[in-house]
């Protein structure tokens, strides 16, 4: 390693996992090509990895805010790149970054030469914390509920959000992690397959979701403003089926979602309310990696025999943002987006603001993290394409983490809605 050479990580080498980093390298020849790898593993010890070629400056530097990368897992300025671009070698693989309590560690190196063989001339390592100082992590068992509690440092009220992060069994505490870093107290729940949970479900109860908010509601540190809802893929239908059936719900973020309740029927108090939409594999292609495409696998909500699946929004109070990709192969989410947002419409109401990503995939989580092409379907059970083009979705998650918490500041924070409403 070369004594000359420097890779710096700016402002520091530790920071938030949400937060972006700059990559600096110094002490190269002028116009040196070099190298930049990023390398990382994930919660079930599975190593990503991502690289790129950059040449350095006149003065033998390489930003990687500045300068364009010529080649290897992305081109072009990318401040970001060798983070959202890291991938497994596997395919088919998923970043699982699930446990709050672990930092997500890259560890950054330069070496000569565009093959990325050469010579290791620096290195250095990024840090990047899912927990912010000061905010506590409360495991959650009681009565039926399952899951972790953040609540922000101090004396509060804070806003309350659930977080349905998606299906799939489990638990993910990263996006209640960091959005409690930004001053909401945030409760991750687990569907099925965590603790003493069930393995598998073959229905799911609203009773459940009743009691989680009752839970957040009677928080000493909970702001008495009704709670708000975050959600993504499944959840999402699940999230619009506890903002019309139950009380306190003020703001529901629906993340390519859908307008129908999904695959598992839904109960409360012991009767259904609502049937599964369920899919037709006949509908469903085959990718070049071997992933299935199911973007058009879904029966039509609105057909009459399914009229049964389709959640009645319109009855709801709260708030709603509505986010959908346009590259979703998971299924049609801009279709259903355009459903919701008429049906609302019909009824008068305009209790909802939407936004659309073009180039951006079924995932769409908080920002800086590896994208994923694809990954295990857990109700198909076996890959599926998720869709979207690495540098769209990867700003997409920028755009939309600021967008999150912008709208539960806004519609749950009683002085905050007030402000903006004047404005």
């Known amino acids: 390693m070369s004594s000359l050479v420097r890779l710096r990580l700016l402002p520091s080498a530790q920071c938030l996992y949400s937060q972006p980093v700059r990559v600096l390298v110094d002490g190269l020849r002028s116009s040196q090509v070099v190298t930049v790898k990023a390398r990382a593993t994930d919660d079930k010890g599975v190593p990503f990895h991502a690289s790129a070629v950059y040449r350095a400056d006149a003065g033998g530097a390489v930003d ?4 364009p990368s010529l080649g290897g897992s992305y ?15 596997a395919l088919h693989t998923k970043f699982c970054k699930s446990d709050s309590r672990r930092p997500h560690v890259v560890r950054f190196s330069v070496h000569d030469g565009e093959a990325g063989a050469g010579p290791l001339l620096a290195e250095a390592t990024n840090e990047r914390r899912l927990l912010a100082d000061g905010v506590e992590r409360q495991p959650i068992k009681e009565g039926n509920i399952r ?20 299906f799939g069994g489990g638990l993910s505490e990263r996006r209640a992690s960091l959005l409690a870093n930004g001053g909401l107290m945030v409760l991750t729940l687990a569907l099925y397959g965590h603790d003493d949970q069930p393995k598998k479900v073959t229905k799911l109860h609203l009773d459940y979701f009743e009691e989680a908010i009752q839970l957040l509601r009677k928080h000493p540190k909970a702001m008495d403003s009704g709670v708000g809802l975050i959600s993504l893929s499944k ?29 598992l029927p839904l109960y409360y108090r012991g009767s259904q309310i609502h049937s599964a939409l369920m899919y037709d594999l006949r509908r ?3 990718t070049e990696s071997g992933a299935y495409n199911v973007k058009h696998g879904l029966h039509d909500p609105l057909a009459p025999e399914n009229e049964g699946s389709l959640i009645p929004i319109e009855r709801a109070t709260g708030r709603f943002l509505f986010v959908a990709a346009e590259d979703d192969l998971n299924w049609d989410s801009c279709l259903y987006l ?3 947002t008429e049906r609302l419409r019909r009824q008068g109401k305009d209790n909802f603001e939407k936004v659309v990503y073009p180039g951006a995939g079924h995932y769409l989580e908080p920002p800086f993290g590896p994208y994923c092409p694809s990954s295990f379907h857990g109700v198909l059970g076996a890959p599926v394409a998720w869709g979207g083009e690495p540098k769209a979705h990867a700003k997409a998650e920028m755009g939309l983490w600021n967008k999150i918490q912008e709208f539960f500041r806004t519609h749950l924070v009683p002085e905050a809605g007030a402000a903006k409403a004047r404005l």
């Open 147 to 166: 899951g972790v509690l953040f609540v922000p440092p101090g004396d509060g009220p804070f806003p309350a959000v659930l977080d349905l992060y998606t």
């Open 235 to 263: 959840s999402g239908d699940l999230a619009l089926s506890i903002a019309t059936h139950l009380p306190n719900v003020k703001a529901t973020t629906w993340i390519n979602g859908c307008c129908s309740n999904v695959v």
């Open 64 to 67: 990687l805010g500045r300068e």
């Open 338 to 340: 355009n459903q919701l």
């Open 75 to 89: 081109t072009g300025v990318e401040p970001m790149g060798l983070l959202w671009s890291l991938r497994a070698d």
């Open 284 to 286: 469903v292609t085959v």
